[in-house]
């Protein structure tokens, strides 16, 4: 749980809870770093659009090693997930 207002799957409303039910589609549940952008569902939008170019867009990168650099990154700035 963050210290940043979240607002829950069961409240969300209108724009929100269409980008929560396709991020349960997607991954099954929604990460808290996709809950702590829904105070700003169009922020979201456009974090999950970023992350979805940076993963899954051609690059001389294959997935593995995308994959192996965020978690080195998010280990190197003490990020648990």
Same mark, same amino acid.
């Given at each position: 749980m963050s210290y940043i207002k979240e607002i829950e799957i069961?409240?969300?409303k209108g724009f929100l809870r269409k980008l929560y039910?396709?991020?349960i589609q997607r991954a099954g549940r929604i990460w808290n770093i996709v809950k702590?952008?829904?105070?700003?569902p169009e922020t +979201?939008? #456009?974090s999950m659009e970023m992350y979805q170019r940076? +993963?899954? #867009?051609?690059s001389p990168?294959?997935?593995s090693e995308r994959e192996m650099l965020a978690?080195?990154?998010?280990?190197k700035n003490?990020?648990?997930y």
């Open positions: 069961s409240e969300a039910n396709d991020a702590i952008m829904s105070i700003h +979201m939008k #456009s940076l +993963m899954f #867009s051609p990168l294959n997935r978690v080195v990154v998010s280990s003490g990020c648990v």
